[in-house]
């Protein structure tokens, strides 16, 4: 199941014998146990009735031992284990041996004053093992998938909602394109904007570029789209900001060209009737920078993409056999694809 509904069953006060919690969101898993712990747990009894370990370091039959052990001195706990790897695809590097027969027995006949919570950040499980076949059977999976485009967007409203402030639709877009797709990174941005604008304030479009920390990678996200929209002074403008910020512009060339290329294998792939989520699985990227880049790739045909990168690839040979000077070179290069 996803996470919403097994919120959903908590908040009613349905509690699973097992969670086995998974996908790319780390923030939003963290913030899931949170709320299983606050739900489950009366804070008086934290000290006694919660329990961490870490699966590279402790066996799961051990975890599970504790799991079965008599709670001592609260009427319930919860027993919190991560890193469970051996669930996954992924190749165990610790020299911890799991009995993973102690878990499924422990899955067909759980205790009733225990709750369990495995963790692991990874996309998928690997389905082909018994164990995995089991939880899910049990239902006990929860899944933590990125955040859809129009998801993220709604997320962003409802945080900055949770802070007492107010955010528009489109000014939540502009929020993702200047502090990216992180949602811990957003979420301390958001904050910031909040605290700054004061409560039943409005989050407006200047507050964002005045106080949102941009990356390197954001900035050359934006300067792309200005070069998209054929926006020359202000694709001049961040280029400029990014000197100053002493970046090296052999190293733009390349974010940009890399930028350029996931367009380009967006709009081939969309072209064969991949979905936006598919492709976002296929390139390893977030479904809001497909959503972007499908976008802009409806402005170009393919021909003009490909040769917008044949020109950055031929600026990156000129630069460094010495033939042209590195600014003048993208400043040539912005002119060009701008006309």
């Known amino acids: 199941m996803e996470y919403k509904e097994a919120v959903k069953q908590i908040k009613q006060k349905k509690f699973s014998p097992i969670y086995l919690c998974y996908g790319t969101e780390k923030f939003l898993m963290n913030e899931f146990i949170q709320f299983l712990i606050n739900e489950f747990i009366d804070p008086v009894h934290k000290d006694f009735a919660l329990s961490h370990f870490d699966l590279n370091e402790t066996s799961i039959d051990q975890v599970v ?3 079965e052990t008599l709670p001592f001195m609260v009427p319930n706990k919860l027993v919190i284990a991560k890193n469970a790897n051996f669930l996954t695809g992924s190749r165990d590097k610790t020299k911890v041996e799991h009995q993973i027969e102690k878990l499924e027995n422990y899955i067909h006949s759980p205790v009733d004053y225990s709750v369990l919570v495995l963790y692991v950040q ?3 499980l690997d389905e082909r093992k018994k164990i995995v076949k089991l ?3 049990q239902n006990h999976l929860v899944s933590f998938p990125p955040l859809k485009p129009n998801e993220l967007s709604k997320w962003i409203q409802n945080r900055v909602k949770k802070h007492g402030c107010m955010i ?4 939540a877009e502009t929020f993702i394109l200047y502090a990216g797709t992180n949602l811990q990174t957003l979420a301390a941005e958001i904050e910031k904007c909040c605290l700054f604008a004061g409560a039943d304030q409005e989050i407006t479009r200047e507050m964002i570029n005045q106080l949102v920390v941009r990356s390197v990678e954001q900035n050359i996200f934006i300067l792309v789209d200005e070069i998209v929209r054929k926006k020359l002074e202000q694709a ?7 000197l100053k910020q002493k970046e090296e512009p052999i190293k733009i060339i390349s974010l940009i060209a890399r930028q350029f290329r996931i367009i380009l294998q967006v709009k081939e792939l969309s072209s064969k009737g991949y979905s936006q989520y598919q492709i976002a699985s296929q390139l390893s990227i977030h479904p809001y ?3 972007i880049a499908d976008g802009q790739g ?3 045909q393919e021909r003009d993409l490909v040769d917008i990168l044949n020109k950055l690839a031929e600026l990156d040979y000129q630069i460094k056999s010495g033939q042209i000077e590195k600014v ?12």
Do not use: C, M, R
Not at 330 to 335: A, N, P
């Open 135 to 137: 939880l899910k059977k």
């Open 236 to 242: 001049l403008t961040i280029f400029y900001t990014l």
């Open 122 to 124: 990874a996309e998928k």
């Open 289 to 291: 920078a497909v959503k």
């Open 298 to 300: 409806k402005l170009y």
């Open 65 to 67: 031992e504790d799991v």
């Open 168 to 171: 528009s639709e489109q000014t």
């Open 328 to 339: 003048l070179g993208i400043e040539k290069f912005l002119f060009q694809v701008n006309i």
